[in-house]
């Protein structure tokens, strides 16, 4: 890691941190706090929109290096101001509908129609600035807003989206580094940075949730980062690596409710990672277990990153399918053990 990754990364962290010390206090005297519901894994009432912290780090640290930028390279550096600029944009959009319903102050359906107007927009200043179709544009659109609701869904536990983030970040830096786009593996660092300032206050018995604020932001950060390695010829298996357990636990959920005939529009604890907490595993077991998966995904996809789709980088695809078996059949078994463990006490 060179000087200007490591400044970019600890400012990112410090600034959270700082940011996180003001705004949380605000946020609880102004009532902005997640009380715990049938469908909550928390017991206590605790601080939402922990979001703003973050994005504060990310903000300055991206700054920075719009600044260092201009610095070394001048007016030859434009491209290295506009794209972070477009991320900021969108990230601080996405954040701003999900503080609107962290203040119960949006209904569903002009979320939606936020997130899709939203996605489209980047999507078509993308394709406007590369050689991506309109088919790109619909389906970066669609990657757009499954990603952002597949982060929101899953962020029910302590530190669980975040130290995915944490690792989802690093991986796009490591990525963005490889391919010689230093851009890319800036504004990743800047939002890995944020999130490991902002775990200290999510793991344990948490002081602050990060609330749709900070789950919309996320997910729309990843999401453009995501889209601008796919234009710079990154495979996808690369790109979705660090993304398919949430992708795969949203995913299966989704199908199974429909399959019972059950309202998916309705609040419910049922996704994988939830059930595996249900079965006795703390929130802190849960998040590291799924934390290490995305490792380990992310270890498979280092063949395809060094030679492409080739017929020897299949095996490591495959290899997914038993780590994603492994996770969704976990809570399963652990049901099973504490029956029998019951059984015989």
């Given at each position: 890691?060179?000087?200007?990754?490591?400044?970019?990364?600890?400012v990112?962290a410090?600034?959270?941190?700082?940011?996180?010390?003001?705004?949380?206090?605000?946020?609880?005297?102004?009532?902005?706090?997640?009380?715990p519901?049938?469908?909550?894994?928390?017991t206590?009432?605790?601080?939402?929109?922990?979001?703003?912290?973050?994005?504060?780090?990310?903000?300055?640290?991206?700054?920075?290096?719009?600044v260092?930028?201009v610095t070394?390279?001048?007016?030859?550096?434009?491209?290295?101001?506009?794209?972070?600029?477009?991320?900021?944009?969108?990230?601080?959009?996405y954040?701003?509908?999900?503080?609107?319903?962290?203040?119960d102050?949006?209904?569903?359906?002009?979320?939606?129609?936020?997130?899709?107007?939203?996605?489209?927009?980047?999507?078509?200043?993308?394709?406007?600035?590369?050689?991506?179709?309109?088919?790109?544009?619909?389906?970066?659109?669609?990657?757009?807003?499954?990603?952002?609701?597949?982060?929101?869904f899953?962020?029910?536990?302590?530190?669980?989206?975040?130290?995915?983030?944490?690792?989802?970040?690093?991986?796009?830096?490591?990525?963005?580094?490889?391919?010689?786009?230093?851009?890319?593996?800036?504004?990743?660092?800047?939002?890995?940075?944020?999130?490991?300032?902002?775990?200290?206050?999510?793991?344990?018995?948490?002081?602050?949730?990060?609330?749709?604020?900070?789950?919309?932001?996320?997910?729309?950060?990843?999401?453009?980062?995501?889209?601008?390695?796919?234009?710079?010829?990154?495979?996808?298996?690369?790109?979705?690596?660090?993304?398919?357990?949430?992708?795969?636990?949203v995913?299966?959920?989704?199908?199974?409710?429909?399959?019972?005939?059950?309202?998916i529009?309705?609040?419910?604890?049922?996704?994988?990672?939830q059930?595996?907490?249900?079965?006795?595993?703390?929130?802190?077991?849960?998040?590291?277990?799924?934390?290490?998966?995305?490792?380990?995904?992310?270890?498979?996809?280092?063949?395809t990153?060094?030679?492409?789709?080739?017929?020897?980088?299949?095996?490591?695809?495959?290899?997914?399918?038993?780590?994603?078996?492994?996770?969704?059949?976990?809570?399963?078994?652990?049901?099973?053990?504490?029956?029998?463990?019951?059984?015989?006490?």
């Amino acid at each position: 890691m060179d000087l200007q990754s490591l400044v970019i990364f600890v400012v990112a962290a410090v600034v959270t941190v700082v940011a996180a010390l003001i705004v949380f206090p605000l946020l609880r005297r102004a009532g902005v706090v997640d009380v715990p519901s049938h469908r909550s894994s928390h017991t206590l009432s605790t601080v939402r929109g922990g979001g703003i912290a973050i994005g504060c780090g990310i903000t300055v640290a991206t700054l920075i290096a719009i600044v260092w930028s201009v610095t070394e390279h001048g007016v030859f550096g434009v491209g290295s101001i506009l794209l972070p600029i477009g991320f900021l944009v969108l990230t601080w959009c996405y954040s701003a509908i999900g503080m609107a319903d962290d203040l119960d102050s949006l209904r569903p359906a002009g979320r939606l129609v936020g997130q899709i107007v939203l996605a489209l927009l980047f999507s078509a200043t993308i394709a406007m600035i590369s050689s991506q179709g309109i088919a790109h544009v619909l389906a970066f659109a669609v990657m757009g807003v499954s990603t952002v609701n597949a982060v929101n869904f899953v962020d029910g536990l302590n530190g669980y989206v975040t130290e995915w983030t944490i690792i989802t970040a690093g991986w796009f830096a490591f990525v963005g580094s490889w391919i010689g786009e230093n851009d890319i593996a800036l504004l990743a660092l800047a939002l890995a940075g944020a999130a490991v300032g902002f775990l200290p206050f999510n793991l344990g018995r948490a002081k602050a949730f990060l609330g749709d604020t900070g789950s919309y932001g996320i997910g729309a950060a990843v999401f453009a980062l995501a889209v601008w390695l796919f234009v710079e010829g990154v495979p996808i298996v690369v790109i979705v690596a660090p993304m398919i357990f949430v992708y795969f636990d949203v995913g299966l959920t989704l199908v199974l409710r429909l399959f019972r005939g059950e309202n998916i529009l309705l609040p419910h604890r049922e996704h994988i990672y939830q059930r595996i907490q249900q079965a006795g595993w703390p929130h802190s077991s849960v998040s590291l277990f799924h934390a290490s998966l995305c490792v380990l995904a992310c270890v498979m996809a280092v063949p395809t990153l060094l030679s492409g789709n080739t017929a020897t980088t299949y095996p490591a695809h495959v290899f997914w399918v038993v780590l994603l078996a492994l996770y969704a059949l976990l809570p399963l078994w652990l049901r099973r053990r504490a029956r029998k463990e019951a059984a015989t006490a």
